[in-house]
């Protein structure tokens, strides 16, 4: 069940999936269309990557898009490809992008040419294999640093994104840099400053973001969208700055030649605002603006209109003590009790003396960056500001009281809004307000696509209230709070050649109304049975087609709302939001994930982290039914057999990571490197970045003196053309570094049962 939506959806939108169908002889039938009709997609070179194996030189490379002609009964179909060791030409491949050249060596030379009706076209690059079982980038680590508090700490690369930044076809690298002590929104400390690293793909460093000490470091703050997004064949970077945040560009021969502050306003520059400013909170100063947050307490719009209580002594249910409008000695008193006996009452974890290393006040700004030099091109207000430090967004309202924590939850990700042009659509907040604003970039300047914004949810008490799970203010989009997560996707749902914004629980239309918010009714055990209830906030979440049987595409999702939830996992029909199966777990539901892992079983497998023998636990088939009690892991998956099956790449921490196949069991170990993030576990990037159409493992070294390229040598017959070329997995992988990183999908079902007639044609097909 779904809440009403702002329009109507037409079933044809539905039945628009059908004039997908190739017919098998190769050639697309007079309706088929591509999945999103004109779609700019990047320019790509051949993509060849050559790896020693026991058997010989395994050589893999791109099919591209403008290559592809329709499909066959194995994959699409299109140029054939002359394989070349030095002069000589050792093979013709027809029916796939791979060979295996058990004569090839260390030294041997490859080029794979095209070859069209008989004749050949433009050789690739001239490669070698690779010195190991895997490629690596070098990295160039920054310094290691102390906070104004003598922690000391030192760096590790984390999440990555790969775009072609300087227009030669060849992907370059973008890497971040976080800090050893990055921190979650809720914890409290001061953290080093991220940095954002470009590389060629032979380890040259282009440029360097120092995002400065007023951006704070952790998996909520940075998400860097690396995207072509005006058309000029070069990509650029997007991401939230702040005054101080500084780009150095550097020479071939690894030495900086330039840094420059990234532009301030005119009218903070009017304002008084320096690069050199300095927003970071210490104690001393979260208590000094706590008090001028009280001792305005009286003249609030929300005390005076009767909102909230009038008084704070009402608010924390405590004797009269104070004269209103307070005075200073009265606000300072004020303070002292409320992070000294009110706040520790709530909880003991509440230790605001030691409140420090947040920016709470300051400008905020979204700046454009130019992918090949680095040199900033736009700077705007980041929009919308946070407005205050939390306590209007429910961060005072628990017993946990976290300044700075719902305010500053940030998302980001690329959608094809118009089904052509690439737009930037970032968000904030989640819980008590969901805002999402997309932007165009023409080259010369941001413009705003469109704007959403919940409205704050209205809070009786900001000290002592519930707000999860309200409305906001805003009539259209009120029932976006607590339904985003901590990713979101872009998707073409309804079927009418326009990307919509997945976000979470609810969708965007591409032009900015609510397609539709989803709630269903609470069951018996839950909080309150027969309540109706939004599906709610969760930390996992994939789209694509995963049952195949059925028109659309589907969404697979976990939901953290415990008893306040109707469930625990669902999938939901991504054009409408309903609910096609789910179970309720009355708990944090934290994980889950969806992969074809038993090619036996017709369509995607979906599983979550549901308490044993309940419903919904184990591993489920595309319709729901449970096929196993055990389940596959949930960090991340990967594409990475022959036959179309998914993977799962597991190990967190200190773990070695593996590649590991639900039936098979170990392929991989990963000896020698470290995944990010925690327990999230997750490589720095999965992504089809060379080779054929299955997905590389880029994943750091222990030591984060590089990255690690991992592809499969699994030899395979089938023919697909790079996922690249896929509008909606090219999105997906710019969104992954996003807040928990989630893998990337294609627009269509892809596992050991596809129908390749169903295969959407790439839009840049020839």
Known sequence: MTRPTSRRLATAALAGLATLALVATGTPPADARPSAPGAQLEQLDRGLVAVPTSEGVHLSWRLLGPEVTGTSTTGVTGADFAVYRGGERIATVTDSTNFLDAGGGDGSRYRVVPVVDGREGRPSRVVTPWAEAYGELPLQRPADGVTPAGEAYTYAANDMSVADLDGDGELEHVVKWDPSNAKDVSQVGYTGPTYLDAYEPDGRLLWRIDLGVNIRSGAHYTQFPVFDFDGDGRA??????????????????????????????????????????????????????????LAGWSEREEVVSGQWPATLEEAWGIAPRWEYPLSEADAKAATDYFIDVYAPGRSSRNQLRAFEGFVLDGPEYLTVFDGRSGNPLETVDYEPGRGDDGLL??????????????????????????????????????????????????????????????????????????????????????????????????????ADGRQEVVYGSATIDDDGSLLYSSFDTLPAGSADPGARARLGHGDAMHVTDLDPAREGLEIWTVHEGGASAPYGSAMRDAATGEVLFGAYSGRDTGRGMVGDVRPDVPG?????????????????????????????????????AADGTTQLVNGSGGQTPTIDDWRRGRLLTLDGTRTNNGTKGNPSLVADVLGDWREEVLVRTADSSAIRIYTSTELTDLKLYTLLHDPQYRVEVARQNTAYNQPSHPGFHLGADTDWTRVPLPPNAG
């Open 236 to 293: 650029e970077l997007m991401v939230k700055t702040a005054p101080g945040t500084t780009v150095q560009r550097f020479d071939s021969r690894g030495r900086m030649v330039s840094e420059r502050a990234v532009p301030i306003p005119a009218e903070d520059r009017a304002a008084g605002v320096s690069p050199d400013d300095d927003y970071r909170m210490s104690a001393a100063d979260y208590a000094a603006h706590l008090q001028e947050v």
């Open 393 to 494: 967004w429910g961060d005072y309202a628990y017993s946990r009281i976290e300044p700075g924590n719902r305010v500053d939850r940030f998302l980001a990700g690329v959608a094809y809004l118009d089904g052509q042009r690439p737009s930037a659509v970032f968000a904030r907040g989640y819980y008590t307000r969901s805002t999402l604003r997309a932007y165009d970039w023409d080259g010369r300047s941001l413009t705003t696509r469109w704007a959403v914004d919940s409205g704050h949810v209205p809070l009786t008490n900001p000290f002592a209230d519930g707000p999860h799970g309200r409305d906001g203010t805003d009539p259209e989009f009120g029932t976006l709070t607590t339904q985003g997560f901590h990713s979101m996707s872009a998707s073409d749902v309804d």
């Open 604 to 640: 995607t497998e979906v599983w979550a982290s549901m308490p044993g023998g309940t419903d919904g636990s184990g591993l489920l088939d595309a319709r729901g039914r449970r096929l196993e009690t055990g389940t596959p892991g949930t960090n991340q998956s990967v594409r990475w």
